[in-house]
Structures are given as C-alpha cells and as structure tokens.
C-alpha cells in the first residue's frame, strides 16, 4: 500500500520516478531519497523547476507525522545537506520556503 508521501511525490514528480519498476513497494525513505537525487540533478542542470520539490516537501512536512518528518529530514534535506558547499548554501536557501530553511539549516547542524 502506498503512504502519502509515496502517492504524493510519484503524482508530482513522475520523472523523478520513472526507472523504479515498483514504485508501491519502496519505503518511504527511499522514495525520499530518490526525490532527493532528482533535486541534485535538478539544481546542477540549474532547470527552472528546481523550487517545486522544496515546495511539494514544505507541504508534506507541515501536514505530517512525526515518523514522515523523520523522514523528510533524514533522508530528502540530509542528501542534500551532504552535499552542500559554502558557496552555494545561500543560493539553495533561496528555492526553499521561509519555514523549511530553519529546518534545513537545523539538519545541517545536527549532522
């Protein structure tokens, strides 16, 4: 059985998805991981979409579980934090919403 935040980012993002055969039997760990390379790959190719996974995360994370926030933390903003540089910490800062920048930033410090 699909979880929300499954149905919700295969929905939204079905390139991100695209080369999974199962999409209804990965966790939700790795759909968010998945989520997150497609985000890298987004960022890096500087595509004009880059903002909508940040958008889409914002408002899974702020309607969510305490075990979906686990998640989205640690695995979609942790992947990215990991590979995060200096130079472009404020540009990324930029995409997120206002809200989950303090989260983004507090995954940042914990690890």
Partial sequence: METRIQKTLTQWFPAAFDQIKKPGASTDYSTLN??????????????????????????????????????????????????ENPLSLKKNLEMMPEQLRSIYLKTILEN
Avoid at 44 to 71: C, G, M, V, W
């Fill in 34 to 83: 998945q989520l997150a390379r497609y985000t890298l790959k987004l960022m890096a190719e500087d595509d004009e979409q880059k903002r909508e996974p940040f958008k889409i995360i914002h408002l899974l994370y702020s309607k969510s579980t305490l075990y979906e926030r686990n998640a989205i933390e640690n695995e979609f903003l942790l992947k990215l934090a990991c590979e």
